[in-house]
């Protein structure tokens, strides 16, 4: 995992030398192990003697039934605020002390915002981590407060009261604004997206202008674009618990799901 871990969106190929430093290996420990992953698909090493992580971690992670899932659930709606926005809008997804962006949209002359897919951004400097944080466990907010609240900006979250008061307005005006957090001339915009039990599974948010201007147009085009996400999610996970198998994956057809499960029955008879 540390090896996988040194890999990020802005360094996706990394020599030997550069994967020692980041993971404080020695070089034969780390040559051994790249061995090893490279014969598992999990890296792959490129004709100039670098390595990038490998295309099996992308299939096994697509066998997920949580954020994948989501994602397709999503796509839709998060596309049809981003044509009302024409910004940035993305969906993010609690991961420990951070929210997990696991998709967005943007327009060419959005304005500044570090998001990637599969980037993490600290749950108390973006307006998606304080919609997760909100409706977070307790536990949660402790974890965030001592791993330290850095400043991106002179505008980002600096102690723990003011987080407080944050995640409060949160939860009574059901959104969340971050006013220049992580870049002053930009504003994060977010409201949660909730599964079938009710909790929080998501937060669907955009980053526009930090113009001063109000953010409740905003505001409602993610409202409407979370419940359709929420009625997305209703229908995927009503299946009858005693056939899990009849309930297609988003994204797929039910005579799709239908064929393959066939398939995979014929397989387990050994036909």
């Known amino acids: 995992m ?24 020695t070089p034969s420990t780390l040559h051994r192990l790249l061995g090893d992953l490279e014969h598992e698909g999990l890296v792959e090493r490129m ?5 990038r992580l490998g295309l099996r971690l992308w299939e096994l992670a697509a066998h997920t039934p949580g954020a994948p899932g989501l994602r ?8 049809a605020a981003h044509t009302r926005i024409r910004q940035h809008t993305q969906l993010g997804v609690l991961a420990g002390t951070d929210v997990l962006f696991i998709d967005r949209l943007s327009h060419p002359d959005g304005v500044v915002n570090t998001v990637l897919i599969g980037g993490r951004l600290p749950l108390y400097a973006s307006s998606s981590g304080l919609v997760l944080l909100a409706h977070a466990p307790r536990t949660t907010l402790d974890n965030v407060v001592a791993a330290g ?18 995640l409060q ?7 969340a604004v971050s006013e220049g957090h992580i870049h002053e001339e930009s504003r994060g915009v977010a409201v949660p997206v909730r599964g079938p039990d009710s909790s929080v599974y998501a937060a669907l948010g955009a980053v526009v202008p930090n113009d001063g201007s109000s953010p409740l147009p905003i505001v409602e085009v993610l409202a409407i674009a979370a419940k359709g996400i929420e009625r ?38 050994g036909e």
Do not use: K
Request: net charge positive; proline share 7%; aromatic share 8%.
């Open 2 to 25: 540390r090896v996988l871990s040194a890999f990020t969106s802005l360094q996706p190929f990394l020599t030997l030398s550069e994967l020692a430093r980041a993971t404080t290996m």
């Open 47 to 51: 004709p100039d003697r670098t390595y």
């Open 72 to 79: 397709e659930i999503a796509r839709s709606w998060l596309a």
């Open 149 to 166: 609240l850095h400043a991106y900006t002179p505008h980002t979250i600096r102690t723990r009261s003011q987080l407080e008061a944050a």
């Open 169 to 175: 307005r949160a939860r009574i005006d059901g959104y």
């Open 232 to 269: 997305g999610l209703r229908d995927a996970y009503s299946a009858n618990p005693s056939t899990p198998e009849r309930q297609p994956l988003p994204g797929v057809s039910a005579r799709s799901w239908d064929y393959m499960t066939q398939l995979r029955h014929r397989e387990r008879l």
